[in-house]
């Protein structure tokens, strides 16, 4: 007979991952064992692998809800407005917003999205790449120029995206400013300097 699921299944199964990922996130993937998630989750082993087959699982599960949540982040910041600046703006709050509340879970994906099995990481980096793609659209709306001018939007974007993702490693909202005011703070430094910079050169790409 097929073992019944507890009615808080899911909530347990997302306290795993939270302390998986708070662990994975302090001294890595490889250093971390079933036994000390087992631990700080207050399951026993074979708890953990009633929801989980392995580690690889646990972290595969982490870092693909994460960037899912990232996705949607961008989906909801394109339907917030049909002006490229607000959306821009909103989609800059959401992202500081996710990452300050899942800092850990952030951690891992930037820190041990090598250690996926390859199909696993050819996923994520899949949808990582359609992230990247909706917001380099947001802002070739902002500046047009920047269409005008082959290989120049892709790395804006990354420098946005290199300001933004790696709050993580120095931010910490409860000694520092609120992570709506960084958000806006963010957003304000890379618009202007991306409204005010000319992405030609006597009609040349730079």
């Known amino acids: 007979m097929a073992r019944t699921r507890s009615q808080d299944y899911d909530a347990i199964k997302v306290a795993i991952l939270d302390k998986a990922a708070d662990l994975f996130a302090k001294q890595g993937f490889a250093n971390t064992s079933i036994t000390e998630i087992s631990e700080v ?28 949540t990232v996705f949607d982040v961008v989906g909801s910041a394109m339907q917030a407005s049909p002006e490229p600046v607000k959306q821009f ?43 990247v793609r909706f917001t380099e659209s947001i802002i070739e709306k902002i500046n047009p120029n920047l269409m005008k001018n082959v290989g120049v939007s892709r790395p804006v974007v990354m420098l946005f995206f290199g300001m933004i993702n790696w709050t993580y490693t120095w931010y910490d909202a409860g000694l520092s400013v609120s992570p709506e005011r960084l958000a806006r703070m963010a957003s304000s430094i890379f618009m202007n300097g991306l409204q005010a910079t000319d992405f030609t050169d006597n009609g040349k790409p730079l």
């Not at 646990?58 to 994460?66: F, K, M, Q, Y």
């Open 89 to 131: 703006e909103t989609l800059t709050l959401l992202l500081m917003k996710t990452y300050s509340r899942s800092k850990s879970r952030h951690t891992v994906l930037m820190n041990e999205l090598g250690c996926l099995h390859e199909r696993e990481r050819e996923r994520i980096v899949a949808l990582e790449r359609r992230v």
């Open 41 to 68: 989750s207050g399951l026993s082993k074979s708890g953990i692998y009633h929801y989980f087959k392995s580690k690889h699982e646990v972290l595969d599960t982490i870092i693909s809800e994460h960037v899912e």
